[in-house]
């Protein structure tokens, strides 16, 4: 204990998606604090509940480093005159530094020697820093919303109430507005509400939870999923649970207590996914299923307060699920008694964007360009992908959706099967929203993925046509989710689909709301497509030269560009791979702006160019076909051949020859190698040693 350090911010109840994203917030600013200001320590461990934000940090060292600073003075000749005397700058240097000249040091560097002053300043006692570093810390934890109250000027999460700060058993005193730190905390709002003295780390985690509090949210996860899953089991059942509903319900409650209720059998008939998205998204309770999977009538939910009549609690939860479940069946039967077809006209009344018009006039925008689709990657599907486009946006004029809008898509598919259309078309109506997070699912069909494509593709380029692209950080529509959405898809089904055509066909069909020329636009729209395939592979582990270079050359068939960037990043480690970069850079940089021509074999001279203008055509035909045949390994294992008679052209050859024609010639010869290499990549985009 004696250099441990635990500071706590007692608030009111902080929502609980704002606490994940405070834990790993808190770590990375103490962290980077601590760094910088040169204390060292063991380990931080960051906990939090709705009502507290904790910091601990172990075997935290009693006083900052000592820091050396070097500076560099004059050059050692200007230093001193030829009687070894030290000069004006020398003596203004030392000077400056605090120092006699002799003091000084001579360093050597690659332009030569200089004077040099090396100062030590010894560390600070971590004491005197602390109130600064956890004041600073409070000041920047980054909220979503933050707010005032009071006369206060600090903006936080909730109101703070109060600090606890204890550096060694000891009190680090600090003022926050007008809260003093101490050795104080408090326990449950209502089971334990009060105050309590801490003395270190281990006593504060008895104490909390003396008085109903958990605050390491790891352990409340653990102990709800293990009593969840027990309560679950005295039912026959299984629980039912998400990683993100597990996470939210701990960082709901300080003291998790778990509460099994029950629910009619009758409202089992309804959808599963209405029932699970009224429990998880709308009350946070745990769904319970058998070992098939199928919903069972009873549920978990968490309670932050242990009652003297659980029934009672259980009781209370059931009636708001009851009231809840009554309203969605209920929109459920209505919604059945009007067929989705008849529901699709309904969407002229619905706004897709001002500038963009009606959800009708998007679907018919999307069908024409998804049937197109089809007709290139998969004829046999064009009729129901169709039919699936026209009924993709039917269910947002339903009662259900327009309660539970996380249910768009999946209630066109029940309402589609209930309406006797093919199972191929009503699961391509809940396909098409797919993914609907990035890294999420995507669609397993192709109509489904077809539809997806077309209605994701006129979303992105209706926005960039009425000039509403994303900017910086800010990205209201989720464009570039759904630019990695077609960029997965096309992958994921290796469909040959050129995004050139995707975007000149919905500019086509955008053409009465474009706000600059269409060439323009269509531009922006693949150099966006190109950063988010740019920044997926980086982040996949490609290296950012192999993919600048191939994406500098080509990003319109995505399925070959993937297979070229693989290919170069496998090539890297062929020892031609970087005499080849550095030969091809050497054509490209003499080329500039040359425009390729043809080469006429009767100017050719030199045998050095002779050669290499005979390498170039035993070596074209088999690139040119490793490419067709998406053989990119062995086209860069035929290109590589090019490096020894480049290297000797460049030796023995004036290429900037004082005749014209034999300076044309030769770069007309260069000029086609340059093409053949850029039909796989710009190889100057990569970094080499030479």
Request: proline content about 4%; overall charge neutral.
């Amino acid at each position: 204990m004696s250099n441990e350090l635990l500071f706590e911010i007692g608030t009111e109840e902080i929502p609980a998606a704002f606490l994940s994203k405070a834990v790993g917030d808190m770590e990375e600013i103490i962290r980077k604090s601590l760094t910088e200001k040169r204390i060292g320590f063991t380990g931080i461990k960051c906990l939090a509940t709705p009502r507290r934000l904790v910091l601990y940090i172990e075997d935290i060292l009693q006083k900052q480093e000592d820091q050396t600073i070097e500076k560099l003075g004059p050059a050692k000749k200007a230093a001193f005159d030829e009687n070894g005397q030290p000069t004006k700058a020398a003596l203004g240097f030392a000077r400056g530094q605090g120092m006699e000249v002799s003091q000084l040091e001579t360093i050597v560097t690659e332009k030569g020697e200089y004077l040099g002053a090396s100062k030590t300043i010894a560390g600070q006692p971590t004491v005197t820093l602390l109130p600064e570093i956890l004041t600073s810390f409070l000041l920047t934890i980054p909220f979503r919303k933050s707010m005032r109250w009071g006369n206060h000027d600090l903006r936080f999460a909730r109101p703070v109430h109060w600090i606890l700060a204890l550096y060694g058993g000891k009190v680090v005193p600090l003022k926050i507005e007008d809260i003093e730190s101490g050795n104080i905390s408090y326990g449950h709002r209502f089971m334990s509400p009060a105050p309590f003295a801490v003395s270190g780390f281990a006593d504060y985690l008895i104490k909390t939870r003396e008085n109903f509090v958990i605050a390491d949210p790891e352990e409340r996860k653990k102990f709800i999923l293990e009593e969840a899953q027990k309560a679950a089991s005295e039912v026959g059942g299984k629980l039912f649970y998400t990683e993100d509903l597990l996470e939210t319900v701990s960082f709901i409650v300080e003291y998790p207590v778990i509460v099994r209720g029950g629910f009619d059998e009758a409202y089992l008939k309804i959808p599963k996914e209405v029932l699970t998205t009224t429990m998880i998204s709308h009350q946070k309770y745990f769904p319970v299923v058998n070992t098939e999977g199928k919903l069972l009538p009873y549920f978990i939910a968490v309670s932050n307060t242990k009652a003297r009549d659980i029934a009672v609690v259980a009781s209370g939860n059931e009636r708001v699920l009851r009231a809840r479940l009554a309203d969605a069946s209920f929109f459920f039967e209505e919604d059945k008694k009007v067929p989705l077809e008849d529901r699709v006209e309904s969407l002229k009344k619905v706004v897709f964007h001002t500038l963009l018009g009606t959800s009708h006039k998007k679907v018919m925008r999307f069908r024409k360009l998804a049937i197109k689709i089809a007709a290139h990657v998969k004829p046999s599907v064009k009729k129901n992908v169709d039919r699936a486009a026209l009924l993709a946006k039917a269910d947002l004029e339903s009662l259900m959706v327009g309660e539970f809008s996380e249910l768009q898509g999946i209630m066109g598919r029940e309402y589609a099967l209930l309406a006797g259309e093919k199972p191929e078309i009503a699961n391509a109506i809940y396909e098409h929203y797919l993914p609907i997070v990035a890294g999420g699912d995507l669609p397993q069909t192709d109509e489904g993925a077809i539809v997806a494509i077309a209605d994701k593709i006129d979303t992105i380029v209706g926005f960039f046509a009425v000039g509403i692209p994303p900017t910086g950080t800010a990205d209201p529509y989720a464009l570039r989710r759904q630019a990695l959405g077609v960029i997965n898809i096309i992958l994921d089904r290796r469909y040959a689909l050129s995004l050139n055509f995707l975007i000149d066909e919905s500019l086509a069909s955008l053409k009465d709301v474009l706000k600059k020329p269409a060439d323009d636009i269509k531009k922006d729209v693949l150099e966006f497509f190109k950063g988010r395939l740019q920044n997926q592979l980086i982040a996949q582990g490609y290296a950012y030269d192999t993919v600048d270079a191939v994406l500098s050359t080509d990003i319109d068939d995505l399925v070959p560009v993937i297979g070229k960037i693989q290919a170069l990043q496998a090539f890297r480690l062929n020892p031609e791979f970087e005499p080849i970069s550095v030969a091809f850079k050497r054509v490209d940089n003499i080329l500039k702006d040359f425009r390729e021509a043809q080469v006429d074999v009767n100017l050719l001279s030199h045998d050095a160019e002779i050669k290499l203008f005979s390498s170039l055509e035993n070596i074209r035909l088999r690139v040119e076909k490793g490419i067709a045949e998406k053989d990119f390994n062995t086209a860069l294992n035929k290109l590589a051949a090019l490096r020894p008679p480049v290297d000797a052209f460049f030796e023995h050859v004036m290429v900037m020859d004082k005749d014209e024609k034999v300076r044309f010639n030769r770069l007309s010869l260069l000029s086609e190698i340059s093409a053949l290499f850029h039909k796989i990549a710009d190889f100057s985009k990569i970094v080499t040693a030479g």
